[in-house]
């Protein structure tokens, strides 16, 4: 299992909620969004309005932080 906190994952860069998951797409789905839905609604709206190819670019880009990240 990795973590990760919410600014490393593309959040504010003072938000320092730790989310965790087995893969990059567990994070996302299991911590990532429930926590930007609650506390960040703004950049929910924003991921909303993403494109297919946006989303898709944003999380070749975070698989690669993800990717990176320590074990723990």
Known sequence: ????????????????????????????????MPHVMSAHPEMAAKIKEMTTEETTQWMSDFQKKFDIASEV
Do not use: H, R, Y
Request: charged share 20%; proline share 3%.
């Open 1 to 32: 299992m990795k973590q990760m906190n919410c600014a490393q994952v593309g959040g504010p860069e003072t938000c320092d909620v730790v989310l965790s998951g087995n893969t990059a797409e567990e994070m996302i789905t299991k911590d990532g």
